[in-house]
């Protein structure tokens, strides 16, 4: 029973899916509140949950670290998300005269350059 997860969901499949191919285990809940800047674990609980739920994650056992990525469908959405969000705000900042928003144009901009590259890899 797969749906779409929500944003939130995605991002914590993301975060899990990157975690497990960098250190070749799962995310702790503290690693991911942390990382993620959630208040509790609970909360963490109730996204990973909310992913089980979906089809989306699975616990391999009971033990900790045993998160495992079943389908990463809502990543590929998030990633246009991000990028959608971030030609929003440079044509915001492009639009204005101030020092400060050209600034932060050429940021967005080169964050853009950077997930346009990762997504065409």
Request: hydrophobic letters at 35%; glycine letters at 4%; zero cysteines.
């Amino acid at each position: 029973m797969e749906s779409r997860p929500s944003k939130k969901q995605r991002e914590l499949l993301l975060f899990i899916e990157e975690f497990i191919k960098t250190h070749g285990y799962g995310p702790s809940y503290r690693e991911v509140m942390a990382s993620l800047d959630y208040k509790s674990v609970s909360t963490v609980a109730v996204h990973v949950n909310g992913l089980i739920t979906r089809g989306l994650l699975r616990k391999k056992d009971n033990s900790a670290r045993s998160l495992e990525v079943l389908s990463s469908s809502g990543l590929p959405e998030a990633e246009n998300d991000h990028i959608k969000w971030l030609k929003r705000e440079l044509k915001k900042r492009e639009a204005k005269e101030d020092e400060q928003s050209k600034n932060q144009a050429i940021v967005l901009n080169q964050a853009l350059q950077i997930l346009l590259d990762q997504t065409t890899d």
